[in-house]
């Protein structure tokens, strides 16, 4: 038997033996501490192969759940828990005084209104006190202009009125002369026709006769006068003269019959015919006259009494004008008709939007428009609230509903507040008006018209409410009916669970059953491939454990 190192060889294997066991349960022990992986057994120690291989397997099973974690972590969840659960919505709205007096121009003729002095906004003033003056020199100006157009009218009213007086009595006058000449213009054309024509023309005609007749007897008294005288020898001188003369009588006879042959024929052929022309003229001109008197006179004295009333009534509307511009002129001065404060402009919906605007024009020298508001005299006490109440926050703010107001400028005052009315017609699309009474204590002195507040209201209040955020709620249904969620099982497909959904509010949704303190529901949507044992999932960790065995391999 062969000795080493003094022993014999029996009795160095055994040794051998007992070493390995009391390292190989060494090790067991370690690597179930670390749940690392364990070191090469001894290769020379009998029957290591197998106990290698099963390490080396449990190893690999760790390296492939560890990427297995990598690749698929833990999707996101909701631990389920007991919190406060309420609803709370906030309007935003203005302190606004109900009783506040608008000041405006109700001018009725006067346009031009230019500001001398006005109080400044925001000053506390009493009932009497002047807020705004206009310079009214123009307007009295103007008052006196329209005083004396008054007199004019008035006189001028006044002479028509006695014209009117003299027509009506002197139409009759004048219709009865009218009608006396046309009558004696008939005459007369009668008078013509029958008898004086033609006595004219036997006139003529025995004129002309008488002339020719004449210049005959001179001729021939002439011719008598000469054939006597011839039969004397001797010529006195007698006789010679009274040749001398006859034949002067002659000569003249027979110029006055030419002449009388001429007018002959100018009465004859132009005067006569003339005269007749001129009597059935005058006729025709005196029945028109006659007409014309009977037909006018009526019209003349109709637009004579309408030229009166028509001056009459302009002077009637002149002195309503007159009369407007003297109230307007009252206007000049506009007093507090209470105590309060001034503000420019109107409030709209609490709010003197336009109050920038009204400061410049409410400047020395600026021009306003009658019927725009002006000044609002508000008093301080009471307030009310007015806000817009989104169409969403309807179902909350109710009549009578009561809640909290909070000014802007004052945080620490917490105010009651209960809506007195909601306006069902909308200011604007999703928008409604609605009014809060408020209660003002002592400490809310410094609130005034005007200031803004937001007001809270806290219908729904529940504190050990399980709630849940409203995207894990799923519904097969397309109107949202029949809601449920997905519990999350590590390593399991989601549960699929119904639950009953009471109130929603800020994301969040009320669960009234279907689930307990500490449930988790998955937030998104599951993703089966990430979460329990998919397809893709045991494909990979069939290749990853063939990855693995064949590291080892490589390390053998």
Request: glycine share 8%.
């Amino acid at each position: 038997m062969l000795r080493r190192n003094g022993y014999t060889a029996p009795a160095g294997l055994a040794l051998l033996a007992a070493l390995a066991l009391a390292c190989g349960g060494r090790l067991s022990a370690e690597e179930g501490k670390s749940g690392g992986e364990a070191p090469l057994a001894n290769p020379i120690l009998p029957n290591d192969g197998k106990k290698e291989e099963g390490k080396e397997k449990d190893a690999q099973d760790k390296k492939e759940n560890d990427k297995k974690n990598e690749k698929d972590p833990k999707p996101p969840t909701h631990i389920v828990e007991k919190e406060l659960f309420q609803i709370e919505v906030k309007v935003k709205g203005t302190f606004e005084a109900p009783a506040g007096a608008t000041l405006s121009v109700p001018a009725k003729q006067w346009t031009m209104w230019q500001v001398e002095k006005a109080v400044e906004a925001g000053t506390k003033v009493k009932k009497g006190d002047e807020l705004v003056v206009f310079d009214a020199r123009k307007l009295d100006e103007a008052i006196a202009d329209a005083e004396k157009g008054a007199k004019l009218a008035d006189l001028a009213i006044q002479r028509l009125e006695e014209e009117i007086k003299l027509a009506e009595a002197g139409d009759p006058v004048e219709l009865a002369a009218a009608e006396r000449a046309q009558k004696v213009a008939e005459e007369e054309r009668k008078a013509w026709k029958d008898t004086e024509r033609g006595w004219r023309v036997k006139r003529a005609n025995l004129s002309l006769e008488s002339s020719q007749f004449w210049c005959e007897s001179e001729e021939e008294e002439l011719r008598q006068l000469e054939k006597m005288y011839k039969a004397d020898d001797l010529t006195e001188e007698t006789e010679e003269f009274i040749l001398k003369r006859q034949r002067y009588y002659v000569k003249m006879s027979k110029a006055y019959f030419e002449r009388e042959k001429e007018e002959h024929q100018l009465e004859m052929k132009v005067l006569i015919l003339r005269q007749d022309e001129k009597v059935e003229e005058d006729l025709r001109r005196t029945t028109l006259a006659l007409e014309k008197a009977r037909t006018t006179q009526p019209l003349d004295r109709a637009k004579r009494a309408e030229d009166l009333a028509k001056m009459k009534y302009d002077r009637a509307k002149a002195a309503a004008n007159l009369a407007e511009l003297k109230q307007d002129r009252a206007l000049m001065k506009l007093t507090a008709p209470a105590d309060g404060f001034v503000f420019y402009g109107e409030a709209t919906r609490g709010v003197f939007s336009e109050s920038q605007m009204m400061e410049k024009m409410m400047r020395p020298g600026g021009m306003i428009k009658p019927f725009d508001v002006l000044v609002t005299v508000v008093p301080a006490r009471p307030l009310k609230i007015r806000a817009a109440v989104q169409e969403a926050d309807l179902q909350y703010v109710r009549e009578g509903a009561t809640g909290r107001a909070v000014p802007a400028g004052f945080a620490d005052l917490k105010l009651d507040a209960k809506v007195a009315q909601v306006n069902p017609i909308a200011l604007s699309p999703g928008t409604f008006d609605a009014t809060f009474d408020v209660s003002i204590n002592g400490d809310a002195d410094v609130l005034m018209p005007g200031m803004a507040c937001e007001t809270r209201f806290v219908p729904y209040r529940k504190k050990d409410a399980l709630a849940v955020p409203e995207s894990v709620l799923r519904s097969e249904d397309a109107f949202g009916d029949d809601p449920y969620v997905e519990i999350y099982h590590e390593g399991q497909e989601p549960e699929k669970r119904k639950v009953k959904v009471g109130k929603r509010f800020g994301g969040k949704a009320e669960i009234l059953e279907g689930l307990k303190e500490g449930d988790e529901v998955l937030l998104g949507k599951p993703d089966k491939k990430k979460n329990g044992k998919g397809d893709q999932g045991e494909k990979g960790g069939k290749d990853d454990a063939k990855a693995g065995a064949g590291g080892e391999k490589g390390k053998k």
